[in-house]
């Protein structure tokens, strides 16, 4: 994917939704120089963006979901395959699919931690990456 081929269709301070070719993204501009880097996100997190993008400094937990999944491409000249946020974590529930934000920035990278789905209440184990 290229970033010069994403189309802006939702505004928001610093950040936007958007469709690159027939992927919902979501663009955050990043770095001293307000690169912009972009992420996928479903149509529900699409339809939904005038709702989270405005979340409370507080309650991030959409926007640290969505940024914390592999970044599809960049404004940089190098893509990273590395996660940029080691303080919060997502862990999709096996057995429902819900996508929870965890704050496990004393939990070392690889290592196993025990999460409770709020979804459906489901417990099972994650390795933070």
């Known amino acids: 994917m290229n ?6 269709l939702k505004l928001g301070p610093y950040q936007s939704a958007g469709m690159i070719g027939d992927v919902y993204a979501f663009e955050i501009l990043t770095g001293i120089a307000d690169t912009p880097e972009y992420y996928q996100i479903t149509k529900e997190e699409f339809d939904s ?6 979340e409370f400094i507080t309650d991030l937990k959409t926007l640290y979901t969505v940024v914390n999944r592999k970044c599809i491409c960049s404004g940089y000249l ?3 395959d590395y996660r940029r946020n080691y ?3 997502v ?3 096996p057995e429902c699919g819900y996508e929870s ?3 496990v920035g004393e939990i070392k990278l690889d290592m196993k931690y ?3 789905c709020p979804s459906c209440n ?3 184990f994650k390795i933070k990456d």
Do not use: I
């Open 101 to 103: 934000v965890h704050h």
């Open 78 to 80: 190098k893509t990273s």
């Open 3 to 8: 970033y010069r081929d994403y189309k802006r």
């Open 49 to 54: 963006y005038e709702d989270w993008s405005k």
């Open 114 to 116: 025990e999460v409770k």
């Open 87 to 89: 303080h919060f974590d």
């Open 91 to 93: 862990a999709k529930c």
């Open 122 to 124: 489901n417990a099972f």
